[in-house]
C-alpha cells in the first residue's frame, strides 16, 4: 500500500495544499511553523478521524487543527492498495464527532468502499486500532520510544507470530481479567469472600446480641411476676381500708333532733328528706319563676289590647278609603296614562292648527307678491322674440349711429354716458334679482335673505335715478348730432318706441327682466302648490286627532277624580295617595297587632300550663312531709313557710351531728393516710412493672427473628466455600497463564531481540548489536555494553532514538511481514549527529526500496528533498 496524493482544504494553518507523493523515500522539508506536523496529523486523521476529548487544545485535534475563520476542517487522501486499486477518503470535521462526514471510494468507479470501516478506515487499512499506529507506523517528533497501550494491540499481534492467527489472543488481558476476578473474590477487603467474612462476622455478632436479649428476657419476666404478685397483695390491703373507711362513713349518728324531725317532718332516712327538700327548693323556684313571667306576660297581652283599640278608632277615620276597590292604585296609574295620552293629543291639534294658520298666511304672502308680475305670464312667445329682436336691431342701430357719428369732443362724453347708462340699467336688473330675496326671507324668516333683498331694492332706486340722470345727459347731447345721425335716430327711436310698448305692456325693461320674472313666476306657482297640498294633509290629521275626542275623554276622567277626591275627601290626587298610604301602613299596623296578640294569648297559655305543671311536680314532692296539706288554698307564702320549716329542722341535725362527725372524721383520716401510702407504694410498683414490660416489648425493635440469623449465617457459610474454591481455581489458572506466556514469548521474544539487534547494528556500525526487549515492561530495552546488560537510559539522546527507531521498524517487519505499508516520520532525526543522521538515511534508502517512507524534516538532509514546503507557501 501507497499514499499517492493528498489535498488539504483547511486543516490548521493549511488551505488549499495539494501534494502529490512518490514510491520510495519521501523528504518533505520545511522551516519551523511551515506545518509539516499538521501535514502527518492530517494523514492521520484521514485514517482515523478525530477521537480525543481532552480539554487541552494540544492534545484535542479537533480543538487544535480546525480553522479559526472556519467552521469545518476538510480534505482527502488518495492511497493504492495491496492490489493495485486506488482509493480516495474524503473527509470533513465539525465542532463534534456527530458533524463529521467521511466517503470512502473507489477512485476509478466512484463506488463505495464497503469492505473498510467508514469511520476509522486505517483499522482495516493496517489491521491496527489508532494506538498501536502510533507506537509502530506513524512516530511523531521526539516520540520515539514505545509504551504498552491499553489494548495490548501490538502485544497480541506479536503473540499471534508463533499461535494460530487468532487475533484475539491476549496474554495481558486474561492476566488482567484474572487478577481483577481474583480481587473480585479477595483483595484489599473488598471482594466477595472479605464481604461475606465482614457479613458472617457480623452475622455471629447478632447472633450473640440476640441470645443475650433472650435471657435478659427470662430475667425480667421473673421479675415482672414477682412485680405483679406484690401490687396484688398490696392492691388486697388498699380494698379492705377503703372497705373500713365507707363503713365508718355509713354508721349511723342518732340524736335527739334527729328523733324529733322523723315525728314531725319525715319518718324515713334524714338524706332522702335532704334530697326531697333539695328537689321542692328547685321545684319552688321553677313554680315561682313560672309565676312571674306568667304575670308579666298577662300584663303585656293587656297592653297589647288597649293598643289594638286604639288602632281600630284610628282606622275609622278612613271611611272613604274603605269603600275603594282593591286594585284603586293600578286603575289610578292606568288613567294617568291614559289621561297624559289625550293631553298630548289636545297639544298636537293646537300645534297642527297653529301650523295650518301659518301656512295660509303664508300663502296670502306669496298671493300678494304673485300680482306684481303675474302679467307677464300673459306674454306669447312670439311677443318674446319680438323683445329679443328689436333689442338686437337697436343695439345694431346705436353701433352704426356711433360708427357714423364725428370723433369730436362731445363723442366720447356720449360713448361714457352710454357705457354709464348701460351699466345702470344691468345694475338694475341685478338688483331687481336681489330684491327678490326678500321675499324668501320673508316666507322662511331668514335675515341674512331679508338684508340681501333690502339691499338690492336699495341698489334698484339709486341704479334707476343714475339710469335717468344718464339718459336725460345722452339726449341733450343727441340733439347736437341730430342732423348728422337723424335717420339713423329717427329709426332707433320707432324701435324703442316698439320696445317701450312692450315694455309697458309687462313691466319690464328688457328681455333678460322678461326671463327673470317668468322664472320668478314658475317658481311662486310651484311654491304654492307644495304649501296647499301641505295644508290638506296637516288639515287631514287635524280632522283624525279631533275624530278621538280627547276633550271629552279628559273631562271624564276629571269627573272620575272628582269623585273619588269627594269620597275620600282629598283636595288632589298627591293629597288622595298621601291618605291612601296612611291607610295601607294603618291596615298593616293593625294585621300585625293582632297577629301579635293572637300570639301573646297562645303564649300565656302555655306559660299558665307551665305553671301547673311545676305547682303539681312541687305538690307531689312536698307530701311527702307530714305536715303539708295537699287540698289547702296554695299561696306563695305558704309553700315558702314550709320548705323554711324544714330547712330549719334539717338544720339542727346538721348542728347535732357536727361533733359526732369531728370524731368521724379523725378515724377516717387516719385510714386515708394509710390509704395513700398503699397508693403510693402501687403506683411506684405499676410504674416499675411498665418499665419491665416496655424493656421486654422493646428489647426486640428493630432485630430480626434468631432463626432468620442463622438461616442467612448458613447461607453466607455456604456461599465462602463456593467462593474459595473459585479463588483457588482462578489462581491455578494465572499460574498455568504465566507459564504458558513465558513458553510463548521464550518463542518471539528472541525474534524480536535478533531484529531489532540487526537494524541496531546497521545504524550503529556494529557498536551495539545485541538488544533485549521486555514487551511486557512497557518494552523496556537493554543493550550489551562492554560484556554486561545497560538500561539504554544510561546511553545518549541521539543513541537512545536509534535503539526506538530499531525497535518500531522491528516491530512493523515482524507484525506486517509481507505487506508493504508506508512509513511516516517527523523530525524523528532531530538528536542525531551528521554520522547517525548519514547511516539513518542510507537505511531509509534501502529500506524504501520495498516500502514508502515519508519523512518530514526541518533538517538539510544529505539527500535531495522530495517537497520543499517554504517554496509552496
Not at 512518490?22 to 485514517?47: A, P
Not at 466517503?103 to 470501516?117: M, P, R
Not at 324529733?260 to 323556684?285: H, M, Q, R, W
Not at 333683498?453 to 347731447?477: F, N, R, V, W
Request: with cysteine; aromatic share 8%.
Amino acid at each position: 500500500m501507497k499514499i499517492k496524493n493528498i489535498y488539504i482544504k483547511s486543516f490548521g494553518k493549511l488551505k488549499d495544499l495539494n501534494l502529490e507523493f512518490q514510491e520510495g523515500l519521501n523528504i518533505i522539508y520545511g522551516s519551523n511553523e511551515s506545518g509539516k506536523s499538521t501535514i502527518q496529523n492530517f494523514i492521520k486523521v484521514m485514517f482515523y478521524g478525530m477521537n480525543s476529548l481532552k480539554r487541552s487544545i494540544a492534545d484535542n485535534e479537533r480543538k487544535k487543527f480546525i480553522p479559526w475563520d472556519e467552521s469545518r476542517a476538510a480534505g482527502r487522501l488518495t492511497f493504492e492498495d495491496e492490489n493495485g486499486n486506488d482509493y480516495v477518503i474524503d473527509r470533513s470535521f465539525g465542532d463534534t464527532k456527530k458533524e463529521d462526514h467521511t466517503e470512502v471510494y473507489n477512485f476509478i468507479t466512484g463506488q463505495s468502499a464497503v469492505h473498510l470501516d467508514n469511520y476509522q478506515p486505517g483499522k482495516d487499512l493496517f489491521g491496527l486500532g489508532e494506538d498501536a499506529f502510533e507506537k509502530t507506523l506513524f512516530i511523531k517528533q521526539l516520540g520515539a520510544k514505545v509504551a504498552m497501550d491499553k489494548e495490548d494491540e501490538i502485544m497480541k499481534k506479536l503473540t499471534n507470530i508463533q499461535e494460530s492467527g487468532q487475533e484475539d489472543l491476549s496474554y495481558n488481558k486474561a492476566k488482567t481479567a484474572l487478577e481483577n476476578y481474583k480481587k473480585s473474590l479477595k483483595g484489599r477487603k473488598k471482594g466477595k469472600i472479605d464481604l461475606l467474612e465482614d457479613q458472617i462476622m457480623n452475622l455471629k455478632e447478632e447472633q450473640q446480641e440476640l441470645e443475650g436479649l433472650h435471657r435478659d428476657n427470662l430475667e425480667d419476666s421473673k421479675l415482672l411476676q414477682e412485680k405483679l404478685n406484690k401490687i396484688k397483695e398490696m392492691e388486697h390491703n388498699l380494698e379492705q381500708a377503703l372497705k373500713n373507711k365507707v363503713e365508718i362513713k355509713n354508721r349511723g349518728l342518732s340524736s335527739e333532733e334527729e328523733k324529733n324531725f322523723n315525728e314531725k317532718f319525715y319518718s324515713g332516712d334524714i338524706k332522702e328528706a335532704e334530697d326531697l327538700l333539695y328537689k321542692a327548693t328547685e321545684a319552688f323556684v321553677l313554680y315561682k319563676e313560672r309565676n312571674e313571667a306568667l304575670l308579666t306576660m298577662e300584663e303585656e297581652g293587656k297592653n297589647l289590647q288597649e293598643q289594638l283599640k286604639k288602632e281600630r278608632r284610628e282606622l275609622q277615620h278612613y271611611e272613604g278609603l274603605q269603600g275603594l276597590e282593591e286594585d284603586i292604585e293600578k286603575k289610578l296609574n292606568s288613567i294617568a296614562m291614559e289621561k297624559r295620552e289625550l293631553e298630548g293629543l289636545l297639544q298636537q291639534e293646537s300645534v297642527l292648527e297653529g301650523e295650518i294658520k301659518a301656512l295660509e298666511g303664508r300663502v296670502v304672502y306669496l298671493n300678494s307678491e304673485f300680482q306684481e308680475v303675474v302679467r307677464v305670464l300673459n306674454i306669447s312667445t312670439e311677443e318674446e322674440n319680438t323683445i329679443l329682436k328689436l333689442e338686437e336691431k337697436l343695439q345694431n342701430l346705436s353701433h352704426t349711429i356711433d360708427a357714423a357719428k364725428l370723433k369730436d369732443s362731445n363723442e366720447l362724453k356720449k360713448d361714457i354716458l352710454k357705457d354709464k347708462r348701460n351699466n345702470f340699467k344691468f345694475l338694475m336688473l341685478a338688483a331687481f334679482i336681489m330684491s327678490l330675496a326678500i321675499i324668501y326671507g320673508l316666507i322662511s324668516k331668514s335675515l341674512p335673505a331679508t338684508i340681501i333683498g333690502l339691499i338690492g331694492i336699495l341698489t334698484g332706486i339709486y341704479s334707476y335715478s343714475q339710469y335717468k340722470k344718464a339718459s336725460a345727459e345722452l339726449k341733450s347731447l343727441t340733439k347736437e348730432d341730430r342732423s348728422r345721425v337723424e335717420l339713423l335716430l329717427k329709426e332707433k327711436t320707432e324701435v324703442e318706441e316698439k320696445l317701450n310698448e312692450l315694455y309697458e305692456k309687462y313691466q319690464v325693461e328688457s328681455y333678460m327682466e322678461v326671463k327673470a320674472k317668468l322664472d320668478s313666476c314658475r317658481s311662486t306657482i310651484s311654491t304654492l302648490e307644495g304649501i296647499k297640498n301641505n295644508i290638506k294633509e296637516k288639515e287631514k290629521q287635524l280632522e283624525s286627532l279631533r275624530a278621538i275626542k280627547a276633550e271629552e275623554g279628559l273631562a271624564k276622567i276629571q269627573g272620575y277624580y272628582d269623585k273619588i277626591f269627594k269620597q275620600c275627601k282629598s283636595s288632589d290626587l298627591d293629597s288622595f295617595y298621601q291618605g291612601l298610604k296612611a291607610y295601607k301602613d294603618l291596615q298593616l299596623d293593625l294585621m300585625r297587632l293582632e297577629e301579635q296578640v293572637r300570639t301573646k294569648r297562645l303564649e300565656i297559655e302555655k306559660r299558665a300550663k307551665g305553671l301547673r305543671s311545676a305547682q303539681e311536680e312541687l305538690d307531689q314532692l312536698l307530701s311527702s312531709f307530714k305536715p303539708f296539706d295537699i287540698s289547702k288554698d296554695k299561696k306563695m307564702a305558704y309553700y315558702e313557710n314550709f320548705i323554711e320549716s324544714i330547712k330549719e329542722g334539717l338544720e339542727k341535725i346538721r348542728q347535732g351531728e357536727k361533733e359526732e362527725s369531728k370524731k368521724l372524721n379523725e378515724l377516717v383520716d387516719s385510714l386515708d393516710e394509710e390509704i395513700a401510702k398503699l397508693n403510693k407504694k402501687i403506683s411506684e410498683s405499676k410504674e416499675v412493672k411498665k418499665d419491665i414490660e416496655h424493656k421486654i416489648e422493646t428489647r426486640f425493635n428493630n432485630k430480626r427473628e434468631l432463626w432468620l440469623v442463622e438461616e442467612e449465617l448458613g447461607q453466607c457459610r455456604a456461599r465462602i466455600e463456593k467462593l474459595k474454591t473459585l479463588f483457588e481455581a482462578s489462581d491455578l489458572a494465572s499460574s498455568v497463564l504465566e507459564e504458558a506466556f513465558q513458553e510463548v514469548q521464550s518463542n518471539f521474544i528472541p525474534r524480536l531481540n535478533k531484529e531489532v539487534g540487526h537494524i541496531l547494528n546497521g545504524l550503529t556500525e556494529g557498536k551495539y548489536n545485541m538488544v533485549t526487549v521486555s514487551p511486557m515492561n512497557n518494552y523496556e530495552i537493554k543493550v550489551l555494553q562492554e560484556e554486561s546488560l545497560r538500561s539504554i537510559d544510561f546511553l545518549s539522546g541521539g543513541t537512545f532514538d536509534q535503539v526506538y527507531f530499531s525497535l518500531r521498524l522491528a516491530l512493523c517487519n515482524l507484525i506486517f511481514k509481507e505487506k508493504t505499508l508506508p512509513l511516516f516520520f517527523d523530525d524523528a532525526f532531530i538528536q542525531y549527529d551528521e554520522s547517525r543522521l548519514y547511516r539513518a538515511m542510507k537505511f531509509l534508502q534501502d529500506y524504501s526500496k520495498e516500502h514508502q517512507v515519508v519523512v518530514f524534516t526541518c533538517r538539510k538532509l544529505p539527500l535531495k528533498e522530495t517537497i520543499n514546503l517554504d517554496l509552496l507557501q
